[in-house]
């Protein structure tokens, strides 16, 4: 065979020629290996970058913000905005002194370009660039990341500064930086804002987007001129608030703004539009609010700021910290997921939620208006001033202004003042019951509860927090805390402890800040003193935060001077909670209990129809343990939960509940403690603890004490509907009371001449009970009686315009409009006129509601995938709210509509998670039979494919699930 291979000639070598070309061959592959280092350290394609950080979805802590230098070009007319920024960053944790890599955010509907670095030197005058080898992004995470060519080896006394360009479209959306628009004179305008809450910031602008990143904001936004208002979280560095015209280009102008405390990128805001506003200052603060020319010309705005000024003061006072911006702005807006965002300085709104027009609208509306300015005012110190670490404990931040709210909105005057902004304040403490306490205990009775503060890295489930846990129960838990710190009512002993002083001292600790809920128990302990072993804020809040539901406490009688006390876990058909995940306290509280005993006051052995009553001493039924409460004298009936302030259910003795109905018409039981009787009556029936009578016991009871407190009536109104609705007996006894209360709500404000609400809450229920209940009550006029439904529709509603609100005016409709099409088209096309507002827009859809002819339904619940007949902002709350509870048939329509076309209806409205998980959740949970729960099960199963809806669809089934069973 002729040649022959390498193999063949390296056989005919000897073995000293075979060693030397191994040396050889050795040498060059050790050669190609330094070469090959060498080049890939300077290129940047050694494997010095942590991929980890691009999967983790937490950004890492090595790299931070100290100061973002922001400018934004907003063309609200192309519908575009760019911007450019430098960001002073500073380095931490980086074992080795070296950085190969940042990463921040950025969305992909952001291009960002032209990443350059440098670092300057402490005297400012040497500026050294260091070289980029490529920016990457990761849209997994929303991440870009900056990868240098070399090293960066940290120096002292340099600081670092990244800069970056970006553009994106303006689109009409709800979250980052977006448009909306509205109709004045018959034209379409158009205005830019924004809504950055949680993880949108980057969405706009890139940014270390999560709240542990605190940094100034020196920000300046470009727009065109005939913007009129143009704002961001701080004042303008100009005195005058004038921007002066750019100089490259005309018809434009440059506005620059103070520079931000340090805070989270959340919390910026920003709005361009052709707004006006109406302002004045308080306390070196300048208070604005701003809105179309339109709403501010017609006043609408005063109310709100009124509330704004009073609420601020307050504030000021119950933090013992000053307001740290010199400017507060309130911004109206025509789309908006929420009801309002607490943007440090600049709040922006639902119009509904700020505008009110004292001409057109209920009086009831500033009711809304003044608690939802409350809440966001209070998140500027609670949440802004001192913000969570991370998501988990966003009930914190929610629950604490839902809890400030109330405290605010009952000592600030603004509701009280006999003005013409407000005639008749409203009884916080009852309403906030209510409004708190019992839907906490209606989303919290389940299995599908969640507790507190739970842990999050998934952030397609975050707006899945923002539920009843967050605000009501949070605010509920915060009551509980706020008697326990109580010296006076609680068991304190630190005289000059309480929730507001260890508040206080938690906001002037870690101010401009980030803290987590275990830091502020922390703090609370150094003001709180108890003689009970064990206990302490952080041991106490660990077991109501960290684990769901709620506990129901069980009272027996020992002794006529002794009481035993057990505490069970609570939850609805499932009473042991088989199938619940695991709680590190398993499902035992630290539970504070506090009551009043009554004493029958007697003379000479007769009864004198009195109580001699005494608050007990407050006392823990810690977990595992059982309470055995003594007293000093015998006492004939006891009420547990003073104020109803604990979060907690009870269940009396058949001997102790007896002793309580028979003597409850002469306990001074106030309206909470007496609602809380109610509702926990109803519940317990329903959960199996009690026998139904218990529930005609306790209306009784109510009822023979004669009140006239308007919100312990609404809610003996609602138990009332509830039998009559069932089927049930509404004895003589209720008719005589009803029918008294009628007359002496309704006819005295007929009969008045002063045009000031003499009990606007009063009268509404009387309405409500005559509309609902009893229409054919006659109640006296003049000299003559007319049954009280036609003496509603003939008064005259500019003088009472609370009468106008949706509720009474669908009922007053309801037979026109049930049956009248002609009528019906009519009220729709004063519905869907885009100059008609938001607030009555909410009084005439709830009219359309009580059609009975289906295609009319079928029509109105097709429009809210219509933007031309109803916003998209407002279409779910429309079909769980507006449409679906007016009787079976109108659900039975929503729910084919949900189930038929899902797919459409998740595409067009799936970025509003907030109002779409609030949809599933009250359209599920008002389903009453299980042929139509099978149906909705059938399609969505557990909902797993939709992971932000989840919680809330659970809860729903739960909720309906228990009607069915309970029926």
């Not at 805070?263 to 004045?280: E, H, N």
């Not at 009248?820 to 709830?846: C, F, H, I, Q, R």
């Amino acid at each position: 065979m002729a040649g022959g291979g390498l193999a063949d000639r390296m056989n005919s070598m000897n073995t000293s020629t075979k060693r030397i070309l191994l040396a050889i061959t050795l040498i060059l592959l050790v050669l190609i290996i330094v070469i090959v280092t060498v080049v890939a350290t300077s290129n940047g394609e050694k494997t010095v970058y942590n991929s980890a950080e691009w999967e983790n979805g937490r950004l890492n802590s090595t790299v931070s913000p100290v100061q973002y230098d922001i400018k934004l070009t907003i063309d609200v007319d192309g519908k575009v905005f760019s911007g450019y920024e430098e960001i002073q960053l500073e380095f931490g944790g980086h074992v080795d002194g070296t950085v190969a890599q940042i990463v921040l955010h950025a969305a992909e509907g952001l291009k960002v370009t032209n990443p350059l670095f440098w670092k300057t030197y402490a005297n400012g005058d040497k500026k050294e660039y260091h070289d980029i080898q490529k920016m990457i992004t990761w849209s997994r995470n929303s991440y870009v990341i900056v990868q240098f060519k070399d090293y960066l080896y940290l120096e002292k006394d340099v600081t670092y500064t990244l800069s970056l360009e970006w553009t994106a479209e303006l689109k009409e959306t709800f979250s980052g930086l977006y448009l909306s628009k509205y109709i004045a004179e018959g034209e379409t305008k158009y205005l830019a804002s924004s809504q950055f809450q949680a993880d949108s910031c980057r969405m706009a602008i890139p940014s270390f987007d999560e709240p542990a990143f605190k940094a100034k904001f020196n920000v300046q936004i470009i727009a065109a001129k005939k913007y009129q208002f143009v704002a961001t979280n701080t004042a303008s560095t100009d005195p005058k608030g004038v921007c002066p015209d750019h100089e490259n280009k005309e018809g434009w102008k440059i506005c620059s703004f103070e520079t931000t405390p340090k805070m989270s990128a959340y919390l910026l805001g920003f709005v361009v539009a052709d707004y006006i506003c109406t302002s004045k200052d308080s306390n070196g603060i300048r208070h604005r609010v701003c809105g179309t020319p339109t709403d501010i010309d017609n006043e609408n705005g005063q109310f709100a700021l009124q509330t704004s000024i009073e609420f601020l003061q307050y504030y000021t006072e119950f933090y013992g910290q000053k307001y740290p911006l010199t400017k507060v702005d309130h911004v109206a807006v025509p789309a908006f997921q929420a009801g309002a965002m607490e943007n440090w300085g600049i709040i922006i709104y639902r119009t509904t939620a700020l505008m009110f027009d004292p001409k057109t609208e209920a009086n009831s509306n500033r009711f809304y208006i003044n608690l939802v300015v409350g809440h966001e005012l209070a998140h500027q110190w609670f949440g802004n001033l001192v913000t969570m670490k991370w998501w988990n404990d966003v009930w914190l931040n929610e629950g604490f202004a839902t809890f400030a709210q109330g405290e605010g909105s009952a000592d600030t005057t603004i509701l009280s003042k006999p003005n013409d902004l407000a005639k008749k304040s409203p009884n916080y403490e009852n309403y906030l019951f209510k409004e708190h306490q019992m839907k906490a205990f209606g989303r919290d009775a389940y299995t599908s509860s969640r507790p507190a503060s739970v842990n999050i890295t998934d952030m397609s489930s975050f707006h899945s927090l923002f539920d009843e846990i967050a605000y009501q129960k949070g605010a509920s838990l915060l009551q509980q805390l706020k008697l326990i710190m109580d010296p006076a009512l609680g068991d304190n002993k630190n005289t000059d402890g309480s929730l507001r002083k260890g508040v206080s001292e938690y906001l002037k600790t870690k101010k401009y800040g980030n803290a987590e809920q275990s830091e502020l128990w922390g703090i609370l302990d150094s003001v709180y003193s108890t003689d009970t072993a064990g206990v302490t804020i952080e041991k106490v809040m660990n077991t109501w935060t960290l684990q769901m539901n709620f506990p129901v406490v069980m009272v027996s009688k020992v002794s006529d001077s002794e009481l035993l006390l057990v505490q069970k876990r609570f939850v609805y058909m499932n009473g042991d909670g088989q199938g619940s995940p695991d709680s590190p306290y398993q499902y035992q509280w630290y539970v504070p209990i506090k009551g009043k005993t009554c004493t029958i006051v007697t003379d000479d052995g007769a009864d004198k129809g009195s109580c001699d009553e005494t608050s007990t001493e407050l006392q823990w039924i810690r977990p595992f343990h059982t309470l055995k409460m003594g007293f000093e004298k015998a006492f004939d009936s006891v009420f547990i939960n003073y104020n109803a302030q604990g979060y907690y259910f009870t269940v009396y003795s058949k001997e102790l509940w007896d002793s309580l109905i028979s003597n409850l018409p002469k306990m001074n039981l106030n309206s909470r403690e007496q609602q809380l009787l109610l509702f926990e009556t109803a519940q317990l029936v329903k959960a199996g603890y009690y026998e139904e009578s218990r529930f005609t016991d306790i209306l009784n009871a109510v009822v023979a004490k004669k009140t006239n407190d308007y919100r312990l009536m609404s809610t003996v109104l609602n138990h009332i509907k509830s039998i009559d609705s069932a089927g049930g007996e509404i004895t003589a006894e209720y008719d005589n009371y009803v029918e008294s209360f009628i007359t002496k709500n309704l006819k005295s404000e007929i009969d008045s001449t002063d045009a000031a609400y003499s009990d606007v809450e009063s009268n509404l229920v009387a309405m409500d009970i005559c509309l609902t209940i009893a229409p054919d009550v006659e109640v006296p006029v003049d000299t003559k009686s007319i049954e009280c439904r036609d003496v509603i529709k003939e008064l005259n509603i500019t003088k009472f315009p609370d009468f106008t609100t949706p509720y009474y005016m669908a009922h007053l409709y309801n037979e026109t409009m049930a049956t009248n099409v002609s009528e019906w088209n009519k009220v729709w096309d004063m519905y869907t006129d885009p100059a008609t507002s938001d607030s009555n827009k909410a009084t005439l859809g709830t009219i359309l509601a009580q059609t009975n002819e289906t295609s009319l339904v079928e029509k109105f619940i097709a429009a809210t995938r219509n933007p031309d007949e109803i916003k998209k902002s407002n279409g779910p709350l429309v079909l769980s709210r507006t449409i679906a509870p007016v009787r079976n048939e109108h659900l039975a329509k929503v729910v084919d509509d949900m189930i038929d076309n899902w797919d459409e209806i998740y595409e067009y409205f799936g970025e509003q998670v907030m109002s779409l998980s609030s949809y599933i959740q009250g359209v599920v949970g008002m389903v009453t039979d299980q042929t139509t729960l099978d149906r909705i099960v059938a399609e969505f199963g557990d909902c797993s494919k939709w992971p932000a809806l989840q919680s809330s669809y659970q809860s729903g089934l739960q909720k309906a699930l228990t009607t069915i069973s309970y029926a």
